[in-house]
């Protein structure tokens, strides 16, 4: 089992920045490749970013490219969501996501295995 923290979230005005955190314990942080997700009341969890085990491959939604940065720190078993210039649009609870190794489906929410309860970010216009 893996467990999954997030933290981080608040409510900010548009323009705004926050840094969400992801705390992992349980198994070995460096297997797991991480994601972000979000979701909103009434829609489906959508994907916002990834990254690989290692580090060296990220990928993230055309909605935040250029303004969001993943990264992670192997050391501290934590992955980051660096959100800048934040919209209204942006308000969502924001999940991050584990699965085992790297390969498969990125954006695909069946394909993580563990989930961390969420955090609520809120943007104001």
């Known amino acids: 089992q893996v467990q999954l923290v997030e933290s981080g979230g608040g409510l900010v005005q548009a323009g705004g920045s926050l840094r969400l955190s992801c705390a992992a314990s349980?198994?070995?942080?460096?297997?797991?490749?991480m994601g972000w997700f979000r979701q909103v009341p009434g829609k489906e969890r959508e994907f916002v970013s990834c990254?690989?085990?290692?580090?060296?491959?990220?990928r993230y939604a055309d909605s935040v490219k250029g303004r969001f940065t993943i990264s992670r720190d192997n050391a501290k078993n934590t992955v980051y969501l660096e959100m800048n210039s934040l919209k209204p649009d942006d308000t969502a609870v924001y999940y991050c996501?584990?699965?085992?190794?790297?390969?498969?489906?990125?954006?695909?929410?069946?394909?993580?295995?563990?989930w961390g309860q969420g955090t609520q970010v809120t943007v104001s216009s």
């Open positions: 996501a584990a699965r085992f190794l790297d390969g498969g489906r990125w954006s695909v929410v069946d394909d993580y295995d563990y």
């Open positions: 349980g198994r070995t942080f460096s297997n797991y490749a």
């Open positions: 990254i690989s085990t290692g580090g060296g491959l990220i």
